[in-house]
């Protein structure tokens, strides 16, 4: 079974990835915030934990954390889990290490998605639907053929979404190379990162994670 973690921008089709590598493969993504909403949700030992924290307006704790991401490992994880949004700090990677052993597991591989910023700004920005009929459309890649028609239904309007904007693209794409700064150098000493061209087409991405999680890269 294989643990991975799985890094990429906003964009970058990570979501994507996870939710093919979930598919095809068995494995679980074992997302911070969703597990957290979940636990508590199902009233597990951890989750009331974490539920008390959070009604006092704290952060939960690594601890917690770590017990969570424990708690899914042991009940649903055994073909495999992708980790998202955790770990963020040296200090977590060292307790997701604990806590993989402790399993006789370790961490397989660190996957990042390497995208060019401002081509990938490009796309994100130029992206719009039709209001209509929600056929997707860009703006340098994809027009109508009619100018202010879509294509499938004809209708005349059409819409983007408020966060598609270049300022809001950048402050999370600044905000994602903060979250990983702390890491990736940790990984890195550890020889664990490997890259693959997160610009490339989703076919294109898919072959190249598939190709280092099968150990053929
Ligand atoms: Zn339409």
Redesign the pocket.
């Known amino acids: 079974m294989l643990n991975i973690i799985l890094l990429g921008p906003p964009g970058a089709g990570k979501g994507t990835q996870a939710a093919r590598l979930q598919a095809e493969r068995g494995m679980i993504q074992l997302s911070t915030g969703d597990m957290l909403r979940e636990a508590v949700a199902a009233g597990t030992p951890v989750g009331l934990k974490a539920k008390a924290v959070m009604e006092r307006g704290e952060l939960v704790s690594d601890a917690i954390v770590s017990a969570l991401i424990g708690e899914r490992l042991d009940a649903s994880a055994d073909k495999g889990a992708i980790f998202d949004g955790f770990p963020r700090t040296k200090h977590q990677a060292a307790a997701l290490e604990i806590l993989l052993a402790q399993r006789g597991r370790r961490l397989d591989h660190v996957i990042e998605l390497v995208v060019d910023e401002d081509e990938l700004v490009r796309r994100i920005v130029g992206r719009f ?7 997707p459309y860009h703006d340098h890649f994809r027009l109508p053929a009619v100018p202010g028609v ?6 005349t309007k059409f819409k983007r979404r408020p966060d598609d904007n270049e300022e809001t693209v950048r402050t999370r794409m600044a905000e994602y190379r903060a979250k990983t700064a702390p890491i990736l150098p940790y990984y890195e000493d550890k020889g664990l990162v490997r890259r693959v061209d997160g610009m490339a087409s989703v076919d294109e991405v898919a072959a190249q994670i598939d190709a280092i999680v099968d150990g053929k890269a």
């Open positions: 639907t039709c209001a209509k009929c929600g056929a879509c294509d499938v239904c004809g209708s």
